[in-house]
């Protein structure tokens, strides 16, 4: 699976959508992503891609492209729950 | 040997007044369902004026007592236990604390009897505090987790007044063997007072706030009386914390997290405890999920959903159970238990 299905699997989690509908271009906004979403999706992408996932970035994400390029240039995550 | 802390009864007390998230939804101009997919919660418990802290802790701890089998002729409980601890964020009063006033209502007589503070963790600590009451003596101590935290929430703040309700919940914990079930395996602490700010409320006592809200005094500033919360913050940190206060508590015990049968987290939002659970790798179908119908209890939280899941037959004996919990402080706490062979509670006892 390539980085960009694997960020699909996760953001699908926490919207109506499923991962096949979510290209690069699809626009969080229309997913009815709130606020807690895209913290629980913070938060789930830590988990898959094992990297400290900038919350503020991830509220500031327009698009599953902005999402993958957050993955991409997170550092590994630390077993300190500080660094979350 | 060291004596062991176990659970020999449980009980709770909910106030008669259900508010539903409609009620509150047309005052706070949003709609029930939104209220609903932020947190969950579906409806909660309002006290009255005549009800504080004091006599829903008073109420849970009877239920505990009765749970246990300890019973009295003349409603009174003289030496039936060697401590009272009640957690609590909102006390009667600054002075006295809330638990020598319940352990009055009770009738234990002159045993030690404390209040303790650690927001939403309260529980968790005190259970703690009690397992070191018991190693060191005591043959039987009850806690109890009880607030009025309605009196503490802005009425016109949407997103902090819909999450919190009031209630209370009771253990009666006794000297016993590390090996029965009911026994408290492992308990781990926390905080982090830099967190102060993100979770807190200024204001006076509950019983002021309770004769404030119904005595028709003008409502103070809301900034100097109310809970305020940065809900993002306490959001991660609640799932950081009890994560790993949970992995830790799972380590001293020598406990996998694919052997707890059930986690019990603080009742605060769905999405938090999922999240956790997500976190420790568990399927949500071991968690126990209570807020909907009360709330956020506050240090109430746990031993209400834990009497509710013991009803609902969602707690076997035997069963490993994961208690973790977070709050304002920042305070965290998770404790490690085997599920006590106690009767289902009969139908229809509030």
Known sequence: MTTADRVAAVVAKWCQASPEELTPDTRLDDLDLDSLSRLETALGLQREFRVAVDDTRMNDAETIADVIAIVETSPPKTGDPDAV | MTAAAVVAGLGSALPERAVGNDELAARLDVTPEWIERRTGIRSR??????????????????????????????????????????????????????????????????????????????????????????????????????????????????????????????????AGDPGEPGALLATDLGSDGTGAGRLAAPGSASRARLLDAEGGRPRPDPSSYFMAMDGREVFLQAVARMSASSRTVLDRAGVKPSEVDRICGHQANVRILRAVADELGAGHDRLLVDLDRVGNTGAASIPLALDRARGAERLDPGDTVLLTAFGGGFTWGSALLRWPDTHPRKAGRS
């Open chain 2, 45 to 174: 418990r309002f006290a009255d004026h005549t009800t504080p802290t004091s006599a829903l802790a008073a109420e849970a701890a009877r239920g505990a007592l009765a749970d246990a089998g300890l019973t009295s002729a003349d409603g009174a409980f003289n030496g039936a236990v060697d401590a009272l601890i009640v957690a609590t964020y909102t006390p009667d009063y600054q002075i006295p604390a809330t638990a020598p006033l319940a352990a009055a209502a009770l009738g234990l007589g002159a045993v030690p009897a404390f209040d303790l503070n650690a927001a939403c963790s309260g529980f968790v600590y005190a259970l703690a505090t009690a397992a070191g009451l018991i190693a060191t003596g005591a043959r039987r101590v009850l806690v109890a987790g009880a607030e009025t935290a309605s009196t503490l929430t802005d009425p016109a703040d949407r997103t902090v007044h819909p999450l919190f309700g009031d209630g209370a919940g009771a253990v009666l914990l006794r």
